[in-house]
């Protein structure tokens, strides 16, 4: 080995298999120079890891910003599902009144796809979509 | 490789938010350019969720942020600028009874971002990625689309120029 080289940086970040190991300690016993730039890569290397981890801007990702999270998917599906429910019960709730203006189911189930398209919490077109005719007939 | 797969945007979006905007920030030194990558980058991963075939889960979401990353600068037609003092930071910290190291910390790790963003684009992309992020070597030549042996050589080259400029 002329230099260590680029095999201090894959010894340090854990990258090395056993006999590139032994050949690279094998040569920094006999080498100050390639000793020496270990140190420093080390130093670089610890100086770039402790830079300090910065937080998402507030908002920037509202998902990111849950204090709970939840472990299993499922739970966060069905809680995401039953508020839609309830939010559509209040929302068919207000349409059905005398007073408000008649709104087709097809524009309902449009409105319904679209928040759907846009908007992961909302419920599953499936089980949501079949309540609201029910509801209507 | 065996590994587990985030299955929805969300659990992408929450797991790795916060790591691809200090991907972006270390990149760029800019916040309001990181911020805008975290949402292009989360957008594209919506967009291709339902086509991904389990596999390295990390080498595809590293694609795709180093991807939207270099269409962002093409179409800025500009370099990442120099970072901005982090102001915010060192009011909080100011507060704090640990506020005089807390201050000396966070000068030195603002000569490192400097150095950083003093590094060719290459350079500094595999040295971001291995020792921010966390990725392995491999990992890292999948998201990158070269040779293990090219990010080596890429993070070694790196570190000693970062020496160079922190001497």
Known sequence: ?137 | MTESVPLTWEEVARVYGRKIYNFAYRLTGNRDDAADLVQEVLLRVRKGLDSYQPGSFEGWLWRITRNAFLDDVRRRNRRPTAPLPEEVDRWDLASSPAADIEYSRISIGDDVQKALLELPFEFREAVVLCDIVGLSYEEIARAVAVPVGTVRSRIHRGRKLLRESLI
């Open chain 1, 1 to 137: 080995m002329t230099h260590a080289g680029e095999l201090i940086s894959a010894y340090l970040d854990g990258e090395l298999g056993r006999a590139e190991i032994d050949q690279l300690l094998d040569h920094l016993d006999g080498c100050g120079r390639c000793a020496a730039e270990m140190q420093d890569v080390q130093r670089v290397r610890s100086a770039v890891r402790s830079l300090p981890l910065l937080e998402l801007p507030p908002g920037l990702i509202p998902e990111a910003d849950a204090e709970v999270i939840p472990l299993h998917r499922n739970k966060g599906f069905l809680v995401g599902a039953a508020a839609a429910v309830v939010a559509l019960v209040i929302a068919v709730a207000a349409i059905v009144t005398p007073s408000a203006t008649p709104v087709s189911l097809e524009e309902l189930n449009s409105r319904y796809a679209a928040r759907a398209s846009l908007d992961p919490a909302f419920g599953p077109a499936k089980v949501v979509v079949p309540y609201l005719s029910d509801f209507l007939e």
